[in-house]
């Protein structure tokens, strides 16, 4: 019966926001146990507690997502954008450009993206806008604060200059300076929702990054050509190192540079 429950519960999840858990239904009750438990709920009246209050599903979507994430993550792709891609851009599109950081969990991607455009010394202010966006409302709220605490995973991999430079020591932690805050513009998403995807607009640059690792087949291929009609003809998408598109996904071209692979659509 518990089985039968948490079987139910898995597939309102994945239609919702694409989170594979029916292969993985000892990791959903993990995750979920205690909350469910404190409400006083078996599992299949917990799907039915989702249905009658809308709101319940930021709790869940909280418990269920991972948001592990550093400044300067995979900074091959981000050097890539901002030293390679973006300055040829600029050369032939004559109004701002726009990055969509999907998935973007506690903003530091989104931030990092902003201090390497800030160190090409090639844009003013207002050239290059970045819209980013997460499902949990939690995250984002930690994100518009721009505030980390000093022994936090995101500071793993932020070299020493750029830490110095774009950071201001505020008690136990690192303040992001106003001047890269001002570049971000956070808002919340879900990835399977096409009609509000459809309002953040034309970008040329999607960042979407070890994320669809935690989707199926089917979901993936719904997420990337959500991605990719938002995207300009000739803008870059960038997935995790873990990441591929299938040949399902018509429309975008590998890029393989000496140091990082991203798509371009065609």
Not at 198 to 208: H, K, N, R, T
Not at 246 to 258: D, Q
Request: proline share 3%; charged share 25%; net charge negative.
């Amino acid at each position: 019966m518990e089985d039968n429950g948490l079987q139910i519960l898995s597939q309102h999840i994945h239609n919702y926001c694409g989170l594979r858990y029916a292969d993985r239904l000892g990791t959903l009750k993990e995750k979920i146990a205690e909350h469910v438990s404190k409400l006083g709920l078996s599992y299949w009246e917990y799907s039915r507690y989702l249905q009658a209050n809308p709101n319940e599903w930021d709790e869940l979507v909280n418990l269920l997502t991972i948001n592990e994430t550093y400044f300067y993550r995979e900074e091959n792709q981000l050097n890539e954008c901002c030293y390679e891609i973006l300055p040829t851009l600029k050369k032939y599109i004559h109004r701002p450009l726009r990055i969509w950081c999907a998935a973007c969990s506690t903003g530091e991607e989104p931030y990092t993206l902003a201090m390497l455009i800030y160190e090409t010394g090639l844009f003013l202010p207002g050239a290059v806008e970045i819209i980013a966006t997460d499902i949990d409302h939690r995250v984002l709220e930690k994100a518009e604060k721009g505030w980390y605490h000093k022994g936090a995973f995101s500071f793993r991999r932020i070299p020493p200059h750029l830490l110095e430079k774009y950071f201001t020591e505020v008690d136990e932690g690192y303040q992001v300076n106003y001047a890269i805050r001002r570049m971000v513009k956070f808002k919340q998403l879900n990835l399977l929702d096409e009609e509000k995807a459809a309002q953040i607009g034309e970008v040329d640059v999607v960042f979407c990054r070890n994320v669809l690792i935690y989707f199926d087949h089917d979901t993936t291929t719904k997420v990337i050509n959500c991605l990719q009609r938002n995207l300009v003809h000739g803008g870059y998408l960038f997935l995790g190192h873990a990441e591929s598109i299938t040949e399902g996904n018509v429309g975008l071209s590998k890029v393989n540079s000496h140091k990082s692979i991203f798509y371009r659509k065609d």
